[in-house]
């Protein structure tokens, strides 16, 4: 490799002797005495020292252009405020496509709750969301592109397109109920330190698909995987209280066989007590399948509206009083709702 001195020179790795890069240079004069005996390199060493005669210091950082650096200090600012400028005008960008992501959004969100089969007119959708007419037209091209939306051609109503109707198939197809009632579960058991069921429905019974317990207390005798009556569990009830009256002729048909002296045995009793529990939106179980035990348990939807599981919580009597099984109905009641609507129903209470 060669480097490249001040001016015309160029020194090469094994010697010290000059070679001009514009041809050959007239041999130089050197004078007598000490001066005589030194290289080239050594002479332009000694010409760069400073005007009072000192040795230049030799510190191994090379000497600093202050021309050149006085002539790339405003270019180097220069770039430097306009990166900055590049930068803030990205964040704007950003945050623009973000502002009109949400609003496209909530177009489709009020097309979705306020279309009633028949779609959403342009004038309204403009009022409810307080936007423009023709923002909201700017805002429906890229989902009417994507068949989110589709317009009718002779009214100009918005309503969805098979766009969403994929989404929604795509998400339903990942879904599986112990997956999404899973953390739903856990977090209840920890709020009221009792045990925990999962239950579907299983004509003319129910199957315990999960269970969360606490291993300081009791055990309760469940087991996941196996089954037991509906009319005498509290998910069985709160499943059978919300099935079409097909499904309670089938549980009174198969028999109400007394479990413990709690045990709601007749018909007449049974549909009272479903009529209940629609009423207040939970179920108990009053020591009606184990003696020493009370449940109380809350429905659970699929996407079409219709029930498929329920949840419930279960301890000895001696903790689970008659007042705690009360202030506890409620919160099992949410935490169902809060399972359908991941489940995709849109229901609001049960």
């Known amino acids: 490799m060669t480097e490249t001195g001040t001016g015309s020179k160029a020194w090469s790795e094994t010697g010290s002797e000059p070679r001009s890069s514009a041809g050959p240079v007239a041999p130089e004069t050197r004078p007598a005495g000490p001066e005589a005996g030194r290289t080239g390199a050594e002479a332009e060493l000694a010409d760069s020292g400073s005007d009072d005669g000192a040795a230049p210091k030799d510190d191994g950082v090379p000497a600093k252009d202050e021309s050149t650096s006085a002539r790339t200090a405003p270019a180097t600012t ?22 009109s992501l949400r609003r496209a959004l909530a177009v489709l969100g009020h097309v979705r709750d306020h279309g009633n089969g028949r779609g959403v007119p342009l004038a309204q959708l403009s009022e409810a969301l ?7 037209l700017r805002l429906t091209g890229p989902l009417l592109d994507e068949h989110l939306l589709d317009r009718d051609r002779e009214t100009g109503w918005f309503r969805l397109g098979h766009g969403s109707l994929r989404l929604g198939q795509a998400y339903l197809s990942t879904l599986d109920l112990r997956s999404v009632a899973a953390e739903h579960l856990r977090r209840l058991q920890r709020e009221a330190g009792e045990t925990v069921h999962l239950t579907v429905w299983q ?7 999960d269970k ?15 089954r037991a009556p509906a009319y005498c569990t509290a998910t069985g009830k ?14 009174v048909a198969a028999g109400l066989r007394p479990v413990t002296a709690w045990t709601i045995s007749d ?4 549909r009272a007590d479903l009529a209940r529990i629609r009423a207040r939106g939970y179920s108990i179980d009053d020591r009606e399948n184990e003696p020493e035990v009370r449940c109380v348990a809350a ?3 699929d996407h079409t509206g219709e029930v498929t599981a329920a949840l419930s919580v279960s301890g000895l009597t ?3 009083t008659a007042a705690r099984v009360r202030s506890l109905g409620p919160v099992v009641a949410q935490v169902g709702l809060r399972i359908s609507r991941e489940l995709g129903s849109d229901r609001q209470t049960g």
């Not at 307080?130 to 909201?136: E, I």
């Open 78 to 99: 220069a770039t430097t405020a306009t990166a900055a400028t590049a930068a803030k005008k990205a964040g704007g960008s950003d945050r623009n496509q973000s502002s």
């Open 130 to 136: 307080g936007l423009n007419k023709s923002t909201v």
């Open 203 to 209: 004509a003319p019974g129910i199957v315990y698909l």
């Open 212 to 226: 969360v317990e606490d291993e300081t207390n009791v055990r309760m005798a469940s087991r996941v995987g196996s």
């Open 238 to 251: 709160a499943i059978l209280a919300w099935l079409p009256d097909e499904a309670v002729t089938e549980v």
């Open 267 to 270: 018909e007449t009793h049974l």
């Open 299 to 301: 429905p659970i939807f």
């Open 318 to 320: 001696s903790r689970m």
